[in-house]
């Protein structure tokens, strides 16, 4: 009786956070994007000392990264936390954390990125139901759930296990951004930024029926002169793009 072996592979190491980016989000996919980019790219040699040679071919930048001031092998935990770190940073919180560390590198605080990190992570009872970010980003999606802004209710059902070696990922890869080539990375995802929000907002304004542009420059106008009016579709049986009064929907333009 012949027996069949079967041979079980490594799981590959993939760069994706705990919580995807949110889809139509511009920011946390060009960081999401670039991340990936960059954890496929091969290390310079200048850094390749950082990075021991037994590791996962897929770890290999990332562990010039985060081994500099960290022991131990580098895996699938390692590599999600990171992600979920880098992720965030495309989020509106996340980039005012930048700006929070462009000011404090202006002033001469060494490790600028770490420092706001720092600041942005404590734990505030009055804040965000007193859950730190690290805590949100790497909730198990599982434990997450949609709560009003103001609702009393915590948007986790509970919170995550952390290890020490879970802030560490994040507080190095802080302080790599405060390297040249985190530097890079950071404005090459803002140029990034920008340039597909404006893309985004020419579409939206060529997809404007001229008329309606019209109509609602002269809404506008009408409005700061005094006369609060809106655009209708259509208005009392008329197909088309009319301005009407806000408190009686009279027809001002066209007449």
Known sequence: MN??????MPELIVHDPMHKARQGHIGENVYADRWRELMATPPDDYYSIWSDDDGPE?????RTIILRHMWGEIGQREATVAASFI???GANCGRCMLDQARTARKKGIEHPTLYAWTIENKRSMGINSGI???EYLLAPPATVRQVAFTSPESPLTELPELSLRDTEVIDNVCMWLDT????QFVDRCERDIKRISDQRRAIERQKLDPVRQIAESTADQMTRNGTPCHVRRNHN???GWF???DDDYSRVWPK
């Not at 027996?3 to 079980?8: D, E, G, K």
């Not at 897929?58 to 990332?62: G, I, K």
Request: glycine content about 8%.
């Open 237 to 239: 049986g008329d197909h």
């Open 58 to 62: 897929e770890t290999a930048r990332l």
């Open 132 to 134: 730190r970010t690290i």
């Open 180 to 183: 040249v080539e985190g530097q």
């Open 87 to 89: 992720v965030w940073l």
């Open 3 to 8: 027996a069949t072996h079967q041979i079980s």
């Open 243 to 245: 301005v009407v009064r």
